[in-house]
């Protein structure tokens, strides 16, 4: 319930009643973020797999399924979290660099941070 005030003692009739504010204790969850990484033609998949590798802690076969998604798709979810979590791995994928296999790599793979439209359990 939320209460702003709440009645500390009984009140005498005849009286006005004494109220104290009341902390509201109840957060309001907030909603989840999805990273997604953009597929471009700069980067080759033994870079997205060693970048996902870095960031993210994930397995090569891992990387590779995500690398195969975000090729055939054009996009590829890589985490479901709050956005401060999200917005850090994001920086962290942009401070990846260029891909050194690809001479016209001029940076890292884009990727960007959605609303997934539910809030966490």
Do not use: W
Request: proline share 9%; hydrophobic share 35%; net charge negative.
């Amino acid at each position: 319930m939320n209460r702003l005030f709440a009645n500390t003692s009984p009140t005498p009739p005849g009286t006005s009643p004494v109220l104290d504010p009341v902390e509201d204790t109840e957060a309001v969850p907030e909603h989840l973020c999805r990273l997604v990484l953009l597929d471009d033609n700069e980067h080759t998949y033994e870079y997205v797999i060693e970048m996902l590798g870095a960031v993210f802690g994930y397995g090569p076969e891992k990387a590779f399924a995500l690398a195969r998604l975000v090729d055939t798709q054009g996009r590829v979810t890589l985490m479901t979290a709050s956005r401060p979590d999200c917005e850090a791995k994001q920086s962290q994928v942009h401070a990846y660099g260029a891909d050194p296999r690809i001479p016209t790599s001029k940076g890292s793979m884009t990727a960007i941070v959605e609303d997934a439209g539910v809030a966490p359990d």
